[in-house]
């Protein structure tokens, strides 16, 4: 695991991973560094998720980007249920079900 995270760090930046796991640069560098004090078994299972193949199988989208499944996820806390576009909503419902981003 520690080497996928590595090599995606390597290519996209701490900032960015950071972001498309849903977690704070600084528990990305105290995983790296073995100092994180906490379980490192759901972050271990987000690693396997999202980088674990070419992308991420959304229910909605099909196979998307890391980057882009985080974007929108984003969006979909933010925005909620106040979107009008029905594709939309029933994007940003199954954005905030996705077991991947739990």
Request: aromatic share 6%; charged share 30%; net charge positive.
């Amino acid at each position: 695991m520690l080497e996928i995270l590595q090599k995606q760090i390597k290519e996209k930046g701490l900032e960015q991973v950071a972001k498309e796991l849903g977690i704070s640069k600084t528990t990305v560098y105290l995983v790296l560094q073995g100092k994180y004090k906490g379980s490192v078994k759901n972050i271990e299972e987000k690693v396997k998720k999202i980088y674990g193949s070419n992308g991420i199988q959304c229910p909605v989208l099909g196979e998307i980007s890391p980057a882009q499944c985080a974007e929108i996820y984003r969006q979909a806390e933010f925005v909620g249920k106040y979107v009008s576009n029905p594709e939309k909503l029933r994007l940003y419902r199954e954005c905030r079900r996705c077991k991947i981003r739990a």
